[in-house]
């Protein structure tokens, strides 16, 4: 049947044309999607990494707090991490701790206890 319809009509294109580069188009999902170099690109992605002046690991992702996948402005992009410990005990959980202060607040690291900050 695929055949019949290619002779038919003609090859079908891709599923998903690719807009002209730098072009915003709406995906499926609602997300603003934008051709750059001919890949296809999240646009609130590619926000958050520019104002973070890095690109996003991989468990990391950007939520939009107003609910509306379309509304990328910075103000409205919270940068979320799906990364966790793996183990329960109290020495893996100290350790992940550190290890995203490392990440996310190095200037953390040798300050004064937060309860003493008070």
């Not at 990391?60 to 966790?84: A, M, P, Y």
Request: glycine share 8%; hydrophobic share 35%.
């Amino acid at each position: 049947m695929h055949l019949q319809r290619v002779y038919k009509y003609g090859e079908p294109g891709p599923a998903f044309p690719l807009a002209a580069d730098g072009l915003p188009r709406r995906g499926n999902n609602g997300y603003v999607l934008l051709t750059i170099e001919g890949r296809r690109v999240a646009e609130h992605r590619l926000v958050m990494e520019r104002a973070l002046g890095r690109r996003l690991r991989a468990d990391e992702n950007v939520h939009h707090v107003n609910g509306n996948k379309g509304d990328n402005r910075i103000e409205n992009l919270e940068l979320w991490s799906t990364w966790q410990p793996s183990g329960q005990r109290v020495t893996d959980k100290v350790r992940w701790a550190e290890e995203l202060l490392r990440q996310y607040a190095p200037e953390l690291l040798h300050s004064q206890p937060i309860s003493a900050r008070s």
